[in-house]
């Protein structure tokens, strides 16, 4: 079952390969969300400074009847915070908020401020300074597994070169249709392991009738093809649901996508519009590389 697999990280460590997702729950639903996940089997929750709701993730990690050290739970430094005492200070806030003594993990939310993302300026020195706030927070306990996300090739290479403690992950836009091979292949190259955030394209997989006929010559839903691929090419899925019955569903996934229909949903057309989340950075459609 793949809610019992795990990827192991540079750092020594293992990831669920399936985690549940939560940008989007509100603070006031997301425990129960969490204990729900947790009561299916789920051990990896995803959150971030940025959704508002590290508080609600918190209680449920707290309240979900199992001990702290069989959960992973994730967290990201606001992509505004550039400086290291900005970075430092925020980790200090996180685990205040969730009321936890460390994070499984905790990454930088995205190389430029989202004002600024995929734009000329990089951060590449500023992010040198959160990243040693990282390894700090990692030195004293309280941040187990440390890395990026939304990190291009260059931003990587930037760290890579000028680091005590090596980024173990970098969470990306990855889904059917959208998927960066040439930096899955330098993460891989790299040890970093990618976490495919977005897997069923925030929901528009869901709407789209390739995915639907492939997903039915499969015998199985869309969003469970969705995670499937994301799984075989050997990243951590990150589906978001609130919803029992669709987080059961996101993990039964012990099928096995062929090579060639890998390929198929690889090089499929592109869900070009993300709909209302357009709007949102890491939708814009900005080029990832
Ligand atoms: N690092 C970053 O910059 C970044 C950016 C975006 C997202 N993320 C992470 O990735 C996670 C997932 O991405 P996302 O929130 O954009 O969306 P997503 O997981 O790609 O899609 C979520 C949508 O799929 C639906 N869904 C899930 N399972 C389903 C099922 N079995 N059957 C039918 N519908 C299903 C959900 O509906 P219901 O809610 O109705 O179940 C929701 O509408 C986020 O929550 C967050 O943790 C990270």
Known sequence: MILNETY????GRQIPKLGLGTWSIDDDKAAEAVRNAVALGYRLIDTAQAYGNERGVGEGVRTCGLPRESLFVASKVAAEHKTYEAAAHSIDETLEKMGLDYLDQMIIHSPQPWTEFRLEKRCFEE???????????????????????????DDLESLLSDCRVKPAVDQILLHITNTDLPLVEFCKANGILVEAYSPIA????LKNDAIAD?????????AQLCIRYAIQLGAVALPKTADPAHMKNDAAVDFVISDADMEVLTHMERIKSY?????????????LA
């Open 202 to 205: 925030h929901g528009e997989a």
């Open 275 to 287: 709909g209302d989340f357009d709007v949102f950075p890491v939708f814009s459609g900005k080029p």
């Open 127 to 153: 992010n040198k300074a959160v990243w040693r706030a990282l390894e700090d927070a990692q030195s004293a306990g309280k941040v187990r597994t440390i890395g990026v996300s939304n990190f291009l090739r």
């Open 8 to 11: 192991p990280l540079s750092d």
């Open 214 to 222: 492939m997903a039915g010559k499969y015998g199985v839903s869309a």
